[in-house]
T-cell receptor
Framework: GNSVTQMEGPVTLSEEAFLTINCTYT??????LFWYVQYPGEGLQLLLK?????DKGSNKGFEATYRKETTSFHLEKGSVQVSDSAVYFC???????????FGAGTRLTVKP | GAGVSQSPSNKVTEKGKDVELRCDPI?????LYWYRQRLGQGLEFLIY????????KSGLPSDRFSAERTGESVSTLTIQRTQQEDSAVYLC?????????????FGEGSRLTVL
């Protein structure tokens, strides 16, 4: 079945450090891929998405590229800020079903 | 309100009791999802409603779990004869259409603790 695996956390970085959170997926078809973020005390919200191979999603300085050959959708940011501290979820959804599959989440803490 | 609203935010119950969790989606959203998140784990799909179509119940873990939605409004998730393994955060999300289009809007969740 379809599934998402993302790197385990927690991840602790200093401000302005480079961030990578790995995400790989298993799917039978051609899924859309997403990163959601949950800030403290808030609900999950969409951060970025990519709907086909080689697409790059970007938002708020974060980027992720849909790599079909490696079945990956790694999240990157060149310079993190304290305000980026949150839990990040990788997710996928395919055209032939209605559910969005989520990874376990990776908690990021950025220290000043 | 502007977002997805869930109640109660916290619920502590005794094993064997029934609980009901409520979700108010964003007005006009035709799709509504329920997920469960156990501690340290990802979101587990439970059930999906789309307009007046029959719901996709494929994620419900047992017949103790049921959910209803009237039209495109409020949904309730009911857990009968609760067990300790039901302890989790139950998340509701709504959207304009199918998950493939990307943006699900989530509530803050209902944390259920079964003693």
């Amino acid at each position: 079945g379809n599934s998402v695996t993302q790197m385990e956390g927690p991840v602790t970085l200093s401000e302005e450090a480079f961030l990578t959170i790995n995400c790989t997926y298993t799917a039978t078809g051609y899924p859309s891929l997403f990163w959601y973020v949950q800030y403290p005390g808030e609900g999950l919200q969409l951060l970025l998405k990519a709907t086909k191979a080689d697409d790059k999603g970007s938002n708020k300085g974060f980027e992720a590229t849909y790599r079909k050959e490696t079945t990956s959708f790694h999240l990157e940011k060149g310079s993190v800020q304290v305000s980026d501290s949150a839990v990040y979820f990788c997710a996928l959804s395919e055209w032939d079903n209605n559910d969005m599959r989520f990874g376990a989440g990776t908690r990021l803490t950025v220290k000043p | 309100g502007a977002g997805v609203s869930q109640s109660p935010s916290n619920k502590v119950t005794e094993k064997g009791k029934d609980v009901e969790l409520r979700c108010d989606p964003i007005s006009g959203h035709t799709a509504l999802y329920w997920y469960r998140q156990r501690l340290g784990q990802g979101l587990e799909f439970l059930i999906y409603f789309q307009g007046n179509s029959a719901p996709d119940k494929s994620g419900l873990p047992s017949d103790r779990f049921s959910a209803e939605r009237t039209g495109e409004s409020v949904s309730t998730l009911t857990i009968q004869r609760t067990q300790q393994e039901d302890s989790a955060v139950y998340l509701c999300a709504s959207s304009w259409g199918l998950a493939q289009n990307g943006e699900l809007f989530f509530g803050e969740g209902s944390r259920l603790t079964v003693l």
